[in-house]
């Protein structure tokens, strides 16, 4: 499975961007997909995570009730839209496949890791 991040740039506080992530191959054996961003000198941290049929969802506390996450099957390919976006949500954000939905939230877990994509927030 090959994990294809884009979408990333430079947006003022207070604007949004969608981040997509592409999976190309065999994305039958992962239960679910999930973002997490990588600060400057931070862990890498979970923001969100949806299964493919799109039923279930989680957020990390920091991103819930400004960012969404969803799924287009026929396309492989996940979305993130992030909202009221803050100078604080600056980071490189990875999309990653996990193959079970109870560890979306541990980032051992995945099995897969796209390359990242830039999230630069202005105040």
């Known amino acids: 499975v090959q994990l294809q991040a884009s979408g990333g740039g430079l947006v003022q506080a207070g604007g949004s961007l969608r981040l997509s992530c592409a999976a190309n191959?065999?994305?039958?054996?992962?239960?679910?997909m999930g973002w997490f961003r990588q600060g400057s000198g931070k862990e890498r941290r979970f923001v969100a995570a949806?299964?493919?049929?799109?039923?279930?969802?989680l957020y990390g506390d920091s991103v819930e009730g400004r960012f969404t996450i969803s799924t287009d099957n026929a396309k492989s390919t996940v979305y993130l839209l992030m909202n009221s976006l803050k100078p604080e949500d600056t980071a490189v954000y990875y999309c990653?496949?996990?193959?079970?939905?109870?560890?979306?939230?541990?980032?051992?877990?995945?099995?897969?890791w796209g390359q990242g994509t830039q999230v630069t927030v202005s105040s």
């Open positions: 990653g496949a996990v193959s079970k939905w109870r560890d979306v939230r541990l980032r051992n877990k995945y099995t897969y």
């Open positions: 191959g065999r994305t039958f054996s992962s239960d679910a």
């Open positions: 949806i299964d493919w049929s799109g039923s279930l969802t």
